[in-house]
């Protein structure tokens, strides 16, 4: 198999993820505003229920097809398309504020904002794909860790900065949403300054793509993941996991203002803590260079994750110390999962297919999610949000102690893959 990644690769890969850092900081900022938003002007969390199941359903439609297109189009040309988009789409938005029609009709901003999910439908797999053809492979754990570090610093400063525009706007949404447009106009610079590698062409015994249907390419993402030891079972432990956590996603903005009188800040804190947990474990992450016992790390990370969720259920109202506490170990712990789980795949999947496998792990690792984001807010008006909380933890925990005792996942040795990436090649060479 050819190796595309090279030094001058990996420097124009800096670049390019320096805009993606700026990009996202924008993104970040005006779903914590709409999100706000639309809680404290419903007070439902049916609408909170709705509006994230709408963001995330394209999401899990179209990564299939996304990430096929990735391995078969210029992969710059897809994420700069789909960031125009995006800030188009951020732009409506604020035409509906200027025009007094949001506040009236909230349920319109809602469904505008799902086109922003079909948006990162074609931009996440895009740049998963991109990373192992401009890294080299001794720097991918420690680039997805660093990866992971810097994202997190946005997502720690992304909510601040949401909430003081919020508050400085008089939560005039239409303001703070300029800032995705504004992200966007600076995020697109370094995109068009450097070159992508193409990977059409690279293995030259196969059928040209352009003779290859969109299902056989999906198909074949499939027959890949059947070929690493393992990652089905782990592919059905984060569909579970995906719908379990889905009511804290939704919910969290309701339950800090409705079960501990918090406000905008009080949420942006909360995240704060989360993000700082993040940072420390990015951190850990991308000065590791390689970590050994991949899979029992994993599944112990996934078992306390899950347990320190039942925090939200009996945190007294109002004893935010508590909450800050919990969601600081838990950030603390889902970069490490994350970078083992990423540097799997990206370490055993030839890289011209990395973009049909990571549409196709991702469509499936996030399947429930939208089911669990509508079940969020019904659930919690039938029992309260609390016990849902509750029972997530209970289940999540149960499910990765079933998992972990009652299949060979912890049997499969990911500290020596070179087997396994060598049957792939051998297919595909």
């Known amino acids: 198999m050819e190796e595309l990644a090279n030094e001058k690769t990996f420097k124009s890969y800096l670049v390019f993820w320096s805009g993606q850092l700026v990009s996202l900081m924008g993104s970040l900022v005006v779903q914590f505003a709409i999100v706000w938003w639309i809680t404290e002007i419903t007070r439902n969390a049916l609408f909170l229920s709705l ?92 680039i997805n860790g660093v990866t992971f570090l810097f994202t997190s610093l946005m997502q720690l400063v992304g909510p601040m900065i949401g909430a003081v525009l919020m508050a400085i706007s008089g939560n005039a949404l239409e303001v703070v949403l300029w800032v995705d ?147 600081s170990f838990i950030g603390f712990i889902l970069p490490i999962i994350n970078t083992i789980y990423i540097t799997i795949i990206q370490t055993t999947v030839p890289p011209d297919k990395l973009g049909r496998v990571s549409s196709v792990t991702q469509s499936i690792s996030s399947s429930m999610f939208p089911i669990g984001t509508l079940a969020a807010g019904p659930l919690a008006i039938a029992v309260g949000m609390r016990s849902v909380f509750l029972f997530s933890a209970i289940l999540g925990v149960g499910s990765v102690f079933l998992i972990w005792r009652f299949t060979k996942i912890r049997n499969v040795d990911y500290d020596n893959l070179e087997i396994i990436t060598e049957k792939i090649n051998n297919i595909y060479d």
């Not at 732009?91 to 007094?100: A, C, G, M, P, S």
Request: proline share 5%; aromatic share 12%.
């Open 181 to 327: 447009v504004f992200t966007f106009s600076i995020a697109v610079f370094p995109l068009l300054l450097i070159k992508i590698p193409s990977v059409r062409g690279l293995n030259k015994n196969n059928k040209e793509t352009n003779d290859t249907s969109f299902l056989d390419e999906f198909k074949e993402g499939i027959r890949i993941i059947k070929l690493i030891p393992g990652l089905i079972t782990l592919l059905f432990l984060d569909v579970l996991i995906n719908f379990l956590i889905a009511p804290i996603n939704v919910l969290l903005p309701l339950y800090i203002l409705e079960e501990h009188s918090g406000d905008v800040f009080s949420l942006a804190i909360l995240m704060l803590f989360l993000n700082g947990g993040m940072i420390f474990g990015a951190v850990i992450t991308s000065l590791k260079k390689e970590w050994k016992h991949k899979i029992s790390v994993y599944f112990g990370g996934m078992f306390i994750v899950m347990g320190l969720i039942s925090v939200f259920g009996f945190a007294p109202s109002g004893f935010f110390i508590l909450l800050w506490i919990g969601v």
């Open 51 to 142: 509006g994230i199941f709408l963001y995330f359903l394209p999401i899990v439609l179209l990564a299939p097809i996304a990430g096929v297109l990735a391995d078969r189009l210029n992969r710059k040309t897809i994420i700069l398309i789909a960031d125009f988009f995006q800030a188009l789409v951020t732009v409506w938005i604020i035409v509906l504020f200027y025009l007094n029609l949001a506040d009236l009709n909230p349920l319109a901003v809602i469904l505008i904002n799902s086109l922003r999910g079909v948006c990162q439908a074609f931009h996440m797999p895009t740049v998963s794909a991109i990373i192992p053809t401009m890294v080299p492979k001794d720097k991918l754990s420690r």
